[in-house]
T-cell receptor
Framework: EPEVTQTPSHQVTQMGQEVILRCVPI?????FYWYRQILGQKVEFLVS????????KSEIFDDQFSVERPDGSNFTLKIRSTKLEDSAMYFC???????????????FGSGTRLTVV | AQSVSQHNHHVILSEAASLELGCNYS??????LFWYVQYPGQHLQLLLK??????LVKGIKGFEAEFIKSKFSFNLRKPSVQWSDTAEYFC????????????FGKGTTLSVSS
C-alpha cells in the first residue's frame, strides 16, 4: 500500500535554529498537508498545499513557517527560528484530487518528532 | 467554523467489554467524517470514514461508527475490545470540498486491561 514518508523521524534542535522537515507524499496525490500534535494535545492543521501554492492555512502557520515543493517528489516544512513551543510531532499528509469524494486517499505519514531545546 | 468534540478523555475497559466513544461535530454543510487511531509511538491510521450513503460504516479491526445527522454525531463502537485496542482515538471532520483541512477532536485514550 502506498505510504507517505517523513524524514527524519526525530530531530532535536536548539532554540532559534532553522529546521526543515521533509515529506514524500504519495505519487499520484495532488494535495499536501502539514499537521502538528503537541504532546498530550489534539492534532492541529497547519497548512494545505495544491498546485504549488498554499490553499489554506491555520492561524498557527505564521511567518516563521513556510512550505515548499522543491522538486517533483518532496514536500517540506521549514521553521525559520524555532521556539520551545514548536516542540511537537509534525505529520505530513497527502490526498487525491479530482472527483469527490477525494478524501478517500487522505494518508498520513509516520511523523517527525521535533524537540526544541 | 468547524469543530469536533470528543466527550470521553480517558476510557478504561476490560477485555471483551463493549466500547462506544462519542463524537459530535459542528458544521453547517456537508461533511466527511473519520475516525483515526494512534497506537503508542505510531502514526495516525484510518479506522473508518463516512462520506455518504449508509450511515452505519464498518472499518478495520471490528470497529464501526454510526452517523446520526440530526444529532451531528459519529460515535465509534466495538462490541468486544481487546488489549491490542489500547490506543488514542481521534474523530475528525472536514467539509466535502477538495483539499479542505481535517479538524480533529482532542482524542480519547482507551486503555484495555487483560
Amino acid at each position: 500500500e502506498p505510504e507517505v514518508t517523513q524524514t527524519p523521524s526525530h530531530q532535536v534542535t536548539q532554540m532559534g535554529q532553522e529546521v526543515i522537515l521533509r515529506c514524500v507524499p504519495i505519487s499520484n496525490h495532488l494535495y499536501f498537508y502539514w499537521y502538528r500534535q503537541i504532546l498530550g494535545q489534539k492534532v492541529e492543521f497547519l497548512v494545505s498545499f495544491y498546485n504549488n501554492e498554499i490553499s489554506e492555512k491555520s492561524e498557527i502557520f505564521d511567518d516563521q513557517f513556510s512550505v515548499e515543493r522543491p522538486d517533483g517528489s518532496n514536500f517540506t516544512l521549514k521553521i525559520r527560528s524555532t521556539k520551545l513551543e514548536d516542540s511537537a510531532m509534525y505529520f505530513c499528509a497527502s490526498s487525491e484530487a479530482g472527483r469527490l469524494p477525494h478524501n478517500y486517499g487522505y494518508t498520513f505519514g509516520s511523523g517527525t518528532r521535533l524537540t526544541v531545546v | 467554523a468547524q469543530s469536533v468534540s470528543q466527550h470521553n478523555h480517558h476510557v478504561i475497559l476490560s477485555e471483551a467489554a463493549s466500547l462506544e466513544l462519542g463524537c459530535n461535530y459542528s458544521y453547517g454543510g456537508t461533511v466527511n467524517l473519520f475516525w483515526y487511531v494512534q497506537y503508542p509511538g505510531q502514526h495516525l491510521q484510518l479506522l473508518l470514514k463516512y462520506f455518504s450513503g449508509d450511515p452505519l460504516v464498518k472499518g478495520i479491526k471490528g470497529f464501526e461508527a454510526e452517523f446520526i445527522k440530526s444529532k451531528f454525531s459519529f460515535n465509534l463502537r466495538k462490541p468486544s475490545v481487546q488489549w491490542s485496542d489500547t490506543a488514542e482515538y481521534f474523530c475528525a471532520v472536514n467539509a466535502n470540498q477538495a483539499g479542505t483541512a481535517l479538524i480533529f477532536g482532542k482524542g480519547t485514550t482507551l486503555s484495555v486491561s487483560s
